[in-house]
Nanobody, 117 residues
Framework: QVQLVEAGGGLVQAGGSLRLSCAAS????????MDWYRQAPGKQREFVAS?????????ADSVKGRFTISRDWAGNTVTVYLQMNSLKPEDTAVYYC?????????WGQGTQVTVSS
């Protein structure tokens, strides 16, 4: 089992920054990739960014150049961060962390990000 706990959401003005974190614990050695997704009201959940076990980073076109995903290992936990700069009102959503493993995907509970204009 893998447990994911997100933190760092909040309310910010357009143009501001936030940093989200996702702490993974449990059988972290089975995680192949960790991703950030988001879901705005009335919309489908969409991919935001990912970081592979080898450190490769991928971004949705809508966040390229503004968001940065990174990872930090510490003992039996790994934390993935999403640094979000130049935030726009359209970035408002619940942000979810996902751990991709061969048996299946694990999801965090989500953290709300609200960007005011």
């Amino acid at each position: 089992q893998v447990q994911l706990v997100e933190a760092g959401g909040g309310l910010v003005q357009a143009g501001g920054s936030l940093r989200l974190s996702c702490a993974a614990s449990g059988r972290i050695f089975i995680i192949n990739e960790m991703d950030w997704y988001r879901q705005a009201p009335g919309k489908q959940r969409e991919f935001v960014a990912s970081i592979t076990s080898g450190g490769g980073q991928y971004y949705a076109d809508s966040v390229k150049g503004r968001f940065t995903i990174s990872r930090d290992w510490a003992g039996n936990t790994v934390t993935v961060y999403l640094q979000m700069n130049s935030l726009k009102p359209e970035d408002t959503a619940v942000y979810y962390c996902k751990g991709a493993t061969i048996p299946g995907d694990y999801w965090g509970q989500g953290t709300q990000v609200t960007v005011s204009s």
